[in-house]
């Protein structure tokens, strides 16, 4: 819902809004935290119910690699609508303390089969990688709005683990 909120109300026409809608739906729809390859079979459904639509194969092409991207966002490359996807996939990173602290806490349910101690040192693992990056967000805009907030957020987590 927030980053179709986002996407909504993005007021850059040059962006493929279908693509970055269809992605948005697609992106989790698979998905396991106890099993890897989600975003690829993500993306294989993507593929097959847009071609079932007869979206155009360009907007399922894009849609297929704005899902994938999601496995790894720093080793994505960068595009206009990647960007913009990627940062909204990241968006709740830099919201308010009390949503974040939701979040963190519903993170901590979808792994709840793994043991604390070696929960809380995975994860300071990956928070450390997006504090220790220049930047968090790949656009001006989601910088402008979001990283400050997101950087205290993630620091507050690292704190509490």
Request: proline share 2%; hydrophobic share 35%.
């Amino acid at each position: 819902q927030s980053m179709i909120a986002e996407i909504d109300n993005n007021s850059d026409s040059s962006l493929d809004k279908n693509a970055l809608l269809f992605a948005t739906w697609f992106h989790d729809i698979v998905y396991d935290p106890t099993k890897s390859g989600n975003e690829e079979q993500s993306a294989k459904i993507a593929v097959q119910v847009l071609n079932r639509l007869h979206v155009p194969t360009e907007t399922i092409q894009l849609v297929e690699e704005l899902i994938l991207a999601t496995a790894n966002h720093t080793k994505a490359k960068s595009t206009k609508e990647l960007d913009f996807f990627l940062d909204c996939d990241l968006k709740i990173l830099g919201s308010d303390p009390n949503s974040y602290s939701q979040y963190a806490a519903n993170i901590r349910k979808e792994y709840k089969h793994v043991i604390s101690f070696i929960y809380n040192r995975e994860r300071k693992k990956v928070l450390k990688r997006f504090i220790e990056a220049n930047a968090l967000y790949r656009t001006a805009y989601f910088q402008e709005k979001y990283e400050e907030q997101a950087r205290m957020n993630i620091l507050n987590e690292i704190k509490n683990l």
